[in-house]
């Protein structure tokens, strides 16, 4: 196995895919082979090495996923120059944070807008002095703001001129080593402002060895196979998993356009993998449930017919089994009726499919599987190059994140309890530290040198672990009693008339939580009792409807203890999303922001008659 990120450019090349990379132009996918790859990262090697870039440079990237993104990836790891990836749904400010505190040399931006976003900061921005633009002409160089300004085109035609010296590339590569740093990521800054995790070359190399093999049980890949990268490349699950795994493992990578040509995409490419969070297989199972709902009686019977033969059969199949002749003939009888229609809207193809950053709904999970689209569940952060725990074929259990990808390191496990339940690590991907922040890299390692995750888990007699909460996320009521918001929260979701929820009530004397409606299913529902609305806002906001959705709360608090029940609940009349700087761009929740955002709704909570 490759101990570095350009070691294993040139390992995978000997695929020679016709499609190494394929992305969406003029209406139609147009593949990039290894070859013509290897040609385009070189000839970008050589321009960036002519124009000054050495290693240890960093040069961020501010782009939406593409083929340039993954060559500019490579070009840097070749040269050991450090990439650092933003989130191209960063807000400025956000964006001019990270470049200021990484020292970015060069800012590559995909398109003027997102130069238009940075262009402000630039003159806060000492240490940049090169913009390189995807989308343009090949002009000349200009100035911008002070810095140089140059095109992809136009670093393709310089690194042209001096294709004799090609070969020169290859010898760069051969002089980085596990321990280089390969990239900067920045958290996402759900408690605070985002750090800068250094993971070297060996720290990614190292967690790709511990999990292809592993993936490679389950997916069994063949020549042709493609994949489809929804996920940010900026985001370290997407960046290992769905771009480096995939690419030393010889699938082709197609890039969807964006998350909502999604649906569109996955027809158009038909892969065979997918990695994403747990929200996109929520809302393809969503329209899947949407139309069901919309209807006759015997519709909805037979999709509750068909969930609960999914129910029975995946039992079987979590266990790598088949079922017996009975339940097998009902399987069969479900998948001629519904199973396989959805499984049409996903390409006909999709055989794998890996899920993380947050709890999948067992029910979903369910679904999948015995629609046979298996999602398997790993757990990691940044921090970690990020997979640390993943679930194997034949030892599958839902809302268990699998098995640690390894056994011990250095003689002492490699994930561990603590005391109070949060999951320790240490092993070779663990990163290096926190960017110039020496104080807090102290801070989450300990004495014996294992990470501290901060996330709160479980672990069964089988060795799978369970991810119970986020450690600083623990509401302590007035009662002196610890909640952990999280697994309500998925309980909740699971309700087919809820399709997001936050749980409150820190330093409260009980438990509230802000509800985003299933919207369709509940229009349906309104529409059934004769109750007319002018919007959203106005259909949330009516005794009835509330009265309707704390109903479905009280099923889930009929499960819970006296202090873990939500007593009250406020209906929120929109979806939160990155977009609304509710959510990371990995689609996680972003607490101190929702609460800031709703402190005057989550007070009403909390007054007489709330």
């Not at 892969?271 to 969070?277: E, I, Q, S, T």
């Amino acid at each position: 196995m490759a101990q570095t990120i350009a070691d294993l450019f040139y390992d995978t090349l000997k695929f020679d895919l016709p499609d190494a990379f394929a992305a969406k132009a003029g209406g139609a996918y147009r593949p990039i082979s290894h070859r013509e790859l290897q040609v385009r990262v070189e000839r970008l090697a050589l321009a960036l090495h002519a124009r000054g870039l050495r290693s240890g440079d960093r040069l961020a990237i501010l782009s939406e996923n593409r083929p340039e993104w993954a060559m500019a990836d490579f070009a840097c790891a070749l040269l050991g120059v450090v990439s650092v990836p933003i989130y191209h749904t960063l807000t400025a400010d956000q964006t001019a944070y990270i470049l200021q505190d990484a020292g970015a040399r060069w800012l590559l931006v995909s398109n003027p807008a997102q130069l238009a976003k940075v262009r402000p900061a630039l003159d806060r921005l000492p240490d940049l002095e090169t913009l390189l633009i995807l989308d343009g002409n090949g002009e000349e160089p200009t100035e911008c703001a002070g810095k140089t300004r140059v095109t992809w085109s136009r670093l393709q035609e310089e690194g042209e001129a001096q294709d004799g010296r090609r070969g020169e590339v290859r010898a760069w590569a051969g002089e980085r080593r596990p321990e280089d740093l390969l990239t900067l990521i920045y958290t996402s800054g759900t408690t605070g402002e985002p750090k800068g995790a250094m993971l070297s070359h060996g720290n990614i190399a190292s967690n790709l060895t511990a999990t292809i093999e592993i993936a490679i049980l389950a997916l069994r890949p063949v020549r042709g196979d493609r994949c489809l990268s929804v996920l940010p490349l900026s985001h370290i699950f997407e960046r290992t998993g769905g771009h480096y795994a995939m690419f030393q493992l010889g699938i082709a990578i197609y890039y969807a356009e964006s998350l909502i040509s999604m649906p569109q995409n996955i027809l158009e490419v038909r892969p065979a993998v997918l990695m994403a969070v747990p929200r996109i297989f929520e809302k393809i199972y969503a329209k899947v449930r949407d139309a069901v709902s919309s209807g006759g009686w015997t519709r909805r019977m037979v999709f509750r017919w068909a969930t609960a033969t999914c129910h029975r059969v995946v039992r079987h199949l979590y266990l790598d089994r088949r079922p017996r002749a009975f339940l097998n003939l009902s399987w069969q009888l479900a998948d001629r009726i519904l199973l396989s229609k959805v499984r049409e809207k996903t390409g006909g193809r999709l055989r794998f499919c890996v899920t993380g950053g947050a709890a999948l709904n067992p029910q979903i999970m369910d679904f999948f599987w015995a629609m046979g689209v298996p999602i398997f569940e790993g757990y990691g952060l940044t921090e970690t190059s990020p997979i640390l725990t993943l679930n194997r074929l034949g030892r599958v259990r839902p809302g268990y994140v699998g098995t640690p990808v390894l056994k011990t390191w250095n003689g002492r496990p490699f994930l561990k309890l603590a005391e109070d339940g949060e999951i320790l690590c240490q092993g070779p991907n663990i990163m290096q530290g926190y960017w110039k922040q020496e104080a807090a890299t102290r801070e989450v390692f300990d004495e014996e040198g294992y990470f501290h995750t901060g996330d709160v888990g479980e672990m069964d007699p089988q060795g799978r672990v369970k991810i119970t909460d986020r450690k600083k996320e623990i509401i302590v009521t007035n009662g002196g009693k610890n909640v952990a918001p999280q697994p309500l929260e998925n309980e909740l979701r699971e309700d087919f008339y809820i399709e997001q929820a936050i749980v409150v009530g820190d330093r409260r004397n009980h438990l509230a939580a802000l509800i985003v409606p299933h919207y369709s299913a509940l229009r349906a529902w309104c529409e059934r009792k004769d109750l007319a609305f002018a919007d959203d806002a106005e259909m949330v906001a009516h005794p009835r409807v509330v009265a309707k959705l704390m109903t479905r709360v009280n099923h889930v608090n009929a499960k819970l203890p006296a202090y873990e029940r939500i007593r009250r609940i406020a209906l929120l009349p929109q979806e939160l999303t990155p977009a609304s700087g509710l959510l990371t761009p990995s689609l996680k929740l972003k607490r101190r922001e929702v609460n800031e955002a709703f402190k005057d709704t989550i007070e009403g909570l909390y007054r007489p008659g709330g």
